[in-house]
Structures are given as C-alpha cells and as structure tokens.
C-alpha cells in the first residue's frame, strides 16, 4: 500500500489522502476543517477532522504550530472511513498587534502497517480591525521531486512602496526545506521570485503534497499576512533517469535522421556521368 496523494480544497480544509497502486488496494483521505480564536493569550484551534477514504486511520493527532510553540492534541486511536472526529488544541499566542496572522495545522496519523502521513494546512486570523493586504503570491511551482529539488515563489507587490517581506514555506515533515525562511525586499509595484531548497526524506513516489507559502510584513504598526499555494509531486529516481535516457535517444534520433538526410542530398546532388559518344 502507498500513500499518494495530498490534495487542498480550500485554505481550511485539506485533505490527504492515496492512489492506490493495485486497484483493489484501499485508500485514506483526511480532510482538516479548523476554526480559530485568539483567548487570554492563546490561540485556540477548533478542529474537525475526517475521513473519506475506504481505509482505517490509526494514531490520527493534531498539531497546531503559531510563532515557534507548538502543541499536540489528543490522540484518536483509530478513524475509520466516513467517520469524523473533533478535537482542540491551544498553544500560547503572546502580545499580538493587529492584523493577519498565520498558523499552521498538522494531523500526523498511520496506515495499517503503520506507515506514517501528514496532512498540513495553513489559515489566517485577524487580530482586530485590519484593512487589506498590498500584496500577494500569484504562483508557488515546483518541478516533479525525486531526491532533491525548487519550489519556486512569486511574490507580487500590490502598493507604491517598498516593501521587506519574509517568506516560509509549510511542507509535512516527510519533505524538508533547508531554507526554513527567507527574507526579499519587492519593490513598488514589482515581483520577486523566490527559491527553496527542497529535499525528499520519506515521501513514498506517486504522492501529491500542497505547497503553503506564507508572505508577512509590517506597515504602519499593523502586521501583515497572504498565503499562496502549489503541488508538488514525489517521482521516483530511475524516471527521472529514465526521462533523461528518453531525451538522450530522441537526440540521437534526430542526428541519425539528419546525417542520413545529409548523405542522401550529397548523392541526389551529385552530376551524373556524361553518356558515352557513338
């Protein structure tokens, strides 16, 4: 059994979940539905979780993560198909300006041979009144991972000032970024592109993970947040290998056409001998 695929419907809810390989072979697909408050200095995390698949989720767990603290629910020992369960989870929140805010939510949960998964979303919450952002992550790509690989960040300045903005990515822990955040100056009105190193620590091939990229800032007093999101598939090594093999032969493909089209055009454009006289 494998898992495989890692889809988000919408900023608050993703769902995880396998393409089975055999086509009998069952499938968990977990969708996370949180809501948020900010109470006496916590963050309090309200979350529903579920199952869709065929296939038994085991040690299913939540995992709210705000500004370095971390916090783990309560355990379910088991999750079958097209059950629900709903849990909270708080960490502490310090003194928070207003503003958006960005926080992440991990289920980490097994398979039957106790393989383990993690379904990862990232939402926002606005502490008090709070106008617009001024900017925005119009595109998160990242080319098929084997070992190691980019995602690649667009960050797009929505104002006529300047703007300081740092940048972190949320992957499950199966996919590390060595670059856990980076900082880039956007000017006004213009883009940035941004790169992060990736790498493959767990992740079995065929999976599909959504990419979460969190762009902050701070102007006038008021802290900033937009989310953007993208797909990143895990391949194999060797069809990466194979991939490269298949450019190679189409090459030599096309040389070989074109010297033989090249000696063929040398002997259609010779002159033929002259005739013999009487």
């Not at 419907?9 to 968990?28: D, Q």
């Not at 980490?108 to 900017?135: M, R, W």
């Not at 953007?228 to 030599?252: C, M, N």
Request: charged fraction near 15%.
């Amino acid at each position: 059994m494998r898992h495989q695929t890692w889809w988000p419907a919408i900023l608050v809810a993703v769902v995880a979940g396998l393409v089975p390989a055999p086509a009998l072979a069952k499938s968990i697909t977990m969708s996370v539905s949180p809501t948020v408050e900010v109470q006496d200095g916590n963050l309090i995390a309200h979350v529903k979780l579920s199952n869709s698949g065929d296939d038994v989720a085991q040690s299913v767990t939540p995992v709210l993560r705000f500004r370095g603290k971390e916090a783990r629910g309560e355990t379910k020992p088991a999750l079958g198909p097209n059950q629900s369960v709903e849990a909270t989870v708080s960490v502490p929140s310090g003194e928070l300006t207003g503003g958006r805010w960005p926080y992440r939510l991990a289920v980490d949960y097994t398979d039957a041979n106790q393989y383990p998964f993690q379904a990862v979303h990232v939402g926002l919450f606005s502490v008090g009144e709070t106008p617009g952002p001024k900017l925005a992550v119009p595109s998160v790509t990242a080319d098929p991972l084997a070992g190691s690989g980019t995602v690649r960040v667009t960050v797009k300045n929505l104002a006529g000032a300047a703007r300081h903005v740092t940048l972190a990515p949320a992957l499950p822990e199966a996919i590390e970024a060595t670059k856990p955040t980076q900082e880039v100056d956007v000017d006004r009105w213009g883009e940035s592109v941004v790169a992060f190193p990736v790498v493959n620590r767990t992740a079995l091939a065929g999976s599909r993970f959504p990419v979460f990229i969190t762009a902050e800032y701070d102007e006038d007093g008021v802290h900033q947040a937009v989310v953007g999101v993208g797909t990143l598939e895990v391949i194999a090594a060797q069809s990466r290998l194979l991939a490269g093999k298949t450019v190679l032969w189409v090459v030599a493909g096309v040389l070989v056409v074109g010297w033989l089209g090249f000696l063929l055009a040398r002997t259609m454009g010779r002159p033929r001998g002259a005739a013999p006289r009487a």
